[in-house]
């Protein structure tokens, strides 16, 4: 099994359950546009959760596709698996707080500590293995 395929297959389902939550709730408040009445609501935070999960999931999916078909393995792979368990942290932080405006909730502080450091990890490991 690659670490790496199986990341970019979490994210990618992870995109497409927060986009068919985003639908569910849009049809349970009969939103078609815009968050709704609430901006702490359910639908907000879900159109947030998954707005954050558009702007992160094509950047890690491509680099993942690059580390494995470079070879990339050992501590790189590892960081991949810390990268999406951070990217899931991060959305069910965003859909659990009780609002977007306050005190965030701690998964999504873990989760975006998360994505930040091993984002920049991969980032330096796609550098290295560039120039070298």
Same mark, same amino acid.
């Given at each position: 099994m690659n670490a790496f395929l199986v990341c970019s297959a979490i994210l990618v389902i992870a995109y497409f359950l927060l986009a068919f939550n985003v639908s569910r709730l849009r049809l349970r408040t009969?939103?078609? !546009?815009? +968050?709704?009445?609430? $901006?702490s609501? #359910? +639908?907000a935070k879900a159109v947030r959760a998954h707005g954050n999960a558009a702007e992160y999931t094509p950047l890690f999916v491509a680099m993942f596709f690059y580390f494995l078909l470079s070879g990339a393995g050992g501590w790189i792979a590892w960081v991949a698996i810390g990268v999406t368990v951070s990217r !899931?942290?991060?959305?069910?932080?965003?859909?659990?707080?009780?609002?977007?405006?306050?005190? $965030?909730? #701690?998964?999504?502080?873990?989760?975006?500590?998360?994505?930040? !450091?091993?984002?920049?990890?991969?980032g330096l490991a796609l550098l290295l293995r560039v120039l070298l």
């Open positions: 009969q939103t078609s !546009i815009g +968050l709704g009445n609430d $901006p609501g #359910p +639908l !899931i942290l991060h959305a069910l932080g965003m859909l659990m707080a009780r609002n977007l405006n306050g005190q $965030p909730h #701690p998964l999504r502080t873990i989760g975006a500590a998360g994505t930040y !450091i091993g984002g920049l990890a991969l």
